[in-house]
């Protein structure tokens, strides 16, 4: 398992995040060549972020942002 600080927590739930909606930008573009690949991947970083979620609010007073605050 691996273990951050958690005033990172709301860090790493943004990234995750910010990847995903880079990705779905990618989806939508025409210059991409194995669409199959994208898809498989942003369909990983949603399950991703979900764990990440659930996980995050057993942390959330402590990192000192509530989940909904950060808007994920």
Known sequence: MIQIPNPWAPM???AVRDAMLYHEGLLRSETIRDR????DYHLQLSQFLAYLKEEYVKV???A???LEDLKV
């Open 12 to 14: 790493l739930l943004e």
């Open 36 to 39: 199959a690949d994208y898809e």
């Open 64 to 66: 000192g942002v509530s």
């Open 60 to 62: 959330q007073d402590e």
